[in-house]
């Protein structure tokens, strides 16, 4: 079975990238939970938070400002340098 992944930019020409590998495990990594400001997803984040540290995940939680925007270059830098993954909330 062929899996398609869309991106919901919206790009006209959308670029190729490449997936990377799943981690083996959450042992050890330092997620970030990234809300994007949308109604409940805090709620969302709030259970992936307690089974990511029952796996063994060190949890870090992020806020964007708005939905409507993307997130800051601050805020993107901050991620980039203290996580290993992210997982971004999209709720309503």
């Given at each position: 079975m062929t899996k398609v992944l869309l991106d919901p930019t919206g790009e006209?020409?959308?670029p190729?990238?490449?997936?990377?590998?799943?981690?083996?495990?959450?042992?050890?990594?330092v997620v970030g939970l990234l809300d994007i400001s949308k109604p409940r997803g805090d709620v969302f984040?709030?259970?992936?938070e307690h089974l990511l540290t029952e796996a063994g995940a060190v949890v870090r939680?992020?806020?964007k400002p708005t939905f409507t925007k993307p997130a800051p270059v601050d805020l993107r830098q901050e991620i980039?340098?203290?996580c290993t993954l992210v997982i971004e909330a999209l709720a309503d």
């Open positions: 006209r020409s959308v190729h990238r490449e997936r990377l590998p799943r981690p083996a495990s959450f042992d050890g990594q984040l709030d259970r992936l939680r992020y806020r980039a340098t203290q």
